[in-house]
Structure formats: structure tokens, C-alpha cells
């Protein structure tokens, strides 16, 4: 089975622009959680999605943004893009939210660079 | 509010030697307690988790953790270091769905 798979793995960017990252869970997994990892911040909670819902979210600004699609695929948006959202986003998913039960598996990451 | 704490942010063994990464919760229910394992420009890969099933939990590689009520601690072991198990380890503790993390700790292994 096909692990968690994001795109584009590197991206930079300049300041003020907005960027789209996504996510596409494993198959049969209907819940999409992203993270944020700095060095200085370590790994910070985003947003969870299930059944195209957002069901929770971290304590990030309204600039950060999300969704997920039918076929639970997600993606996440940050506009006006400041040099600290520098950073690696990754995407985890599991069957379902909420229960500390179900294992969230991790896909690579994106990494991305605000210049 | 939930919270984990890594002890040492690095941490260097000899190849062999016995591997101890500390990790200390705070949980005011019965917590759900995970180690994740990083390797250089890759996601993290699951090791174990602790469900209340067992105290000790056997993971991957041969990695093992125990689960101590009374300190609060959910330390990850492994009897002999090898070199491949050089990498940034994470413990993090569940609350409602979304995972709280450690700063994480950095592995070197010495030949």
C-alpha cells in the first residue's frame, strides 16, 4: 500500500507571495492532519481534516489555511508569506480523527523556503 | 493541557552500546504516548505507541519503551546501538487527535 504522498517536496518562494502545498493520504485513511517543523519552534500542530471537515486547529494565523476534497486528498494554503513560515510542512493521516488509537503515518514533507 | 518533554536535545553512544532517550509527559487522563524517528530529509516513521495494553511496548528495530505512571515517563530503549539508528527521535503524547511533540532528540552513533 502507498504511503502518505505530498508535492512538491521543495518550493521557494519570495515574501508576500502565497503558496499551495498537498497531500494525498493513504488509501482508505479519511483523516489529513499537517504539521509545521522549525528548528526553533520543533513540530507545531496546524489543522486536522476528516470527511472534508476541519475538525481541529493549532494556534497559527488566519493566513494558514486548508481543505480537503472527497476523495480526502488535502491540500494547504499560506498566503502573504512571511521569511519565518520557512519550514518543513508535513502531512499525516489515519482512518479516522479523534481517538488517541489511531497511529497518524507521516509523508515525507515539503520543504519551503520563503526568501 | 498536554504536554511532553524531551531530556537532552543530543544524545552519543557508542555502536553497541545501550540507547536511552528520555521522554516525560504531562496528562491529567490516561495518555495515548508515540516515539517517531526522523532520518535526514525524510517524514517521520512511526517506532511504537502505548495504548494501555501493555507497560512495555515493543517497536520496530528493535526499540522498546516503558510506560511508568508513578514518574510520568515513557523512555525509549534499545540494547545495542547501530550505526543506521543515527537520526532525530520524537516523543509526542495525543490529545484529541492531534499530536503534541517533544523537542525532540538527536541520535549519534560512534563506530
Redesign the interface.
Known amino acids: 500500500k502507498a504511503g502518505v504522498t505530498q508535492t512538491p517536496r521543495y518550493l521557494i518562494k519570495t515574501r508576500g507571495q502565497q503558496v499551495t502545498l498537498s497531500c494525498s493520504p493513504i488509501s482508505g485513511h479519511r483523516s489529513v492532519s499537517w504539521y509545521q517543523q522549525t528548528p526553533g519552534q520543533g513540530l507545531q500542530f496546524l489543522f486536522e481534516y476528516f470527511s472534508e471537515t476541519q475538525r481541529n486547529k493549532g494556534n497559527f494565523p488566519g493566513r494558514f489555511s486548508g481543505r480537503q476534497f472527497s476523495n480526502s486528498r488535502s491540500e494547504m494554503n499560506v498566503s502573504t508569506l512571511e521569511l519565518g513560515d520557512s519550514a518543513l510542512y508535513l502531512c499525516a493521516s489515519s482512518h479516522r480523527p479523534g481517538t488517541g488509537e489511531e497511529t497518524q503515518y507521516f509523508g515525507p514533507g515539503t520543504r519551503l523556503l520563503v526568501l | 493541557a498536554q504536554s511532553v518533554t524531551q531530556l537532552g536535545s543530543h544524545v552519543s553512544v557508542s555502536e553497541g552500546a545501550l540507547v536511552l532517550l528520555r521522554c516525560n509527559y504531562s496528562s491529567s487522563v490516561p ?2 504516548l ?1 516515539w ?1 524517528v526522523q532520518y535526514p ?6 517506532l511504537l ?1 502505548y ?1 494501555s495494553a501493555a507497560t512495555l511496548v515493543k517497536g520496530i528495530n528493535d526499540f522498546e519503551a516503558e510506560f511508568k505512571k508513578s514518574e510520568t515517563s515513557f523512555h525509549l530503549t534499545k540494547p545495542s546501538a547501530h550505526m543506521s539508528d543515527a537520526a532525530e527521535y ?1 516523543c ?1 503524547v ?1 490529545q ?9 532528540t538527536e541520535l549519534s552513533v560512534k563506530p
Not at chain 2, 41 to 46: P, S, W
Not at chain 2, 96 to 104: T, Y
Request: a positive charge; aromatic letters at 20%.
Open positions: 495518555p495515548y508515540f517517531y530529509n525524510q517524514g517521520l516513521q512511526l505507541k495504548t520524537f509526542a495525543d484529541g487527535g492531534k499530536l503534541i511533540f517533544g523537542q525532540g
